[in-house]
């Protein structure tokens, strides 16, 4: 089975400032259709969570543009340029290429 | 828009068995399959299986394999998930989702049915 591991575990950030996730895969996630089936959730408190970006950098409609997404095989990176308020969450990777589906551990974003 | 609606918290006993609906609108139902996942208290999130709502075909988490059961009503654009033998470690909010596999990857959530294992 795949194992996705997040880092780090917990993020605090400034408001203003940017911040990035890494998501990391034992083994790769790039399908046989050449795709790559990896995607970012945030989670906010009390909420289901929400996905942000699917095939590694696919903005989902109404996702704001300071969230970005990027990396190849098995090493993945999610950034936000410039934290608000509004982002403080756990956010999660999944992978959605091999059978079973898997997600991260998770990362807890708050404001310094 | 598209929206998945859930049942209600449920209280159960150990041993006792669960059964969580999923009412989609909005969507072509047929088009995608439906995941289940769910979130213990205060931890992440765990992906216990997929269904086809065009075939009713199905993928299961193995350590969910033998207790669980998913299936879908397409005449009512319902989904359903069974789970079977409850232990305390089964309490948690479980989530429909739609999609889960390839493109599909879980782009719109149920609001969560949280399930309570207690004696």
């Known amino acids: 089975d795949v194992v996705m591991t997040q880092s780090p575990l917990s993020l605090p950030v400034t408001l203003g400032q940017p911040a990035s996730i890494s998501c990391r895969s034992s083994h790769s996630l790039v399908h046989s259709d050449g795709n790559t089936y990896l995607n970012w959730f945030l989670q906010r408190p009390g909420q289901a969570p929400r996905r942000l970006i699917s095939k590694v950098s696919n903005r989902d409609s109404g996702v704001p543009d300071r969230f970005s997404g990027s990396g190849s095989g098995t090493d993945f990176t999610l950034k936000i340029s410039r934290v608000e308020a509004e982002d403080v969450g756990v956010y999660y990777c999944?992978?959605?290429?091999?059978?079973?589906?898997?997600f991260g551990g998770g990362t807890k974003v708050e404001i310094k | 828009q598209v929206q998945l609606v859930q049942s209600g918290a449920e209280v159960k006993k150990p041993g006792a068995s669960v059964k969580v609906s999923c009412k989609a609108s909005g969507y072509t139902f047929t088009t995608y399959g439906i995941s289940w996942v769910r979130q213990a208290p205060g931890q992440g999130l765990e992906w216990m299986g997929w269904?086809?709502?065009?075939?009713?075909?199905?993928n299961y988490a193995q350590r969910f394999q033998g207790r669980v059961t998913m299936t879908t009503d397409t005449s009512t654009k319902m989904a359903y998930m069974e789970l079977r033998s409850l232990r305390s470690d089964d309490t948690a909010v479980y989530f429909c989702?739609?999609?889960?596999?390839?493109?599909?990857?879980?782009?719109?959530w149920g609001q969560g049915t949280l399930v309570t294992v207690s004696s």
């Open positions: 269904i086809s709502a065009y075939n009713g075909n199905t």
């Open positions: 989702t739609r999609g889960g596999p390839y493109s599909s990857g879980c782009d719109y």
């Open positions: 999944m992978q959605g290429t091999h059978w079973p589906l898997a």
